[in-house]
């Protein structure tokens, strides 16, 4: 794939393409969380927090990353609601809408193929993302980030607050909120 792929295709994804982009989600976190995170810690991160917001999906917000021929590279989207983080599964959400004018959007449940990982796929959602974000008036935007992602945010210019711990079931998981201003 890595010799195919030039630029990604980005477009909203569909509540028809919220099971394919739940596997999606459960390759990634296994594949790519690795070292960062136990197997018990991802598959408990699987089970109660990552997964599709479909509150983003049916506002047109959460993007699909899909090569020429329509192969699923990677998925993440911005929100104006509430919640920080978390899929469908996640009992923290709260979809009320935030208030551009002081509130940071929310950059919302990246994952990219193990496949096409470190091929720009994240990058070019995250600057989609922001982009759309601030045509909506946003001028910050924030994040709950995964241990892998920490270093991808940072290089963009997202600076980390103080790592949390959430529970998720039994284990509770490291993760690291982080916030940018846009330009």
Known sequence: MRS???VPILRP?????????????RT?????GRGFYSDAETEAAITHVFGVDSDLVDDGTYLIAEDGAGRLLGCGGWSRRRTLFGGDNFAGRASGLLDPAEDAARIRAFFVAPQAARMGIASRLLAECETRAAAAGFT???LMATLPGVPFYAARGYVAGGEILQPCGEIALRFVPMEKALQ
């Open 4 to 6: 195919v792929l030039t």
């Open 13 to 25: 994804a569909t509540r028809g393409e919220i099971a394919a982009l739940e596997g999606l989600i």
């Open 28 to 32: 990634s976190a296994r594949e790519l």
């Open 140 to 142: 910050r935007m924030a």
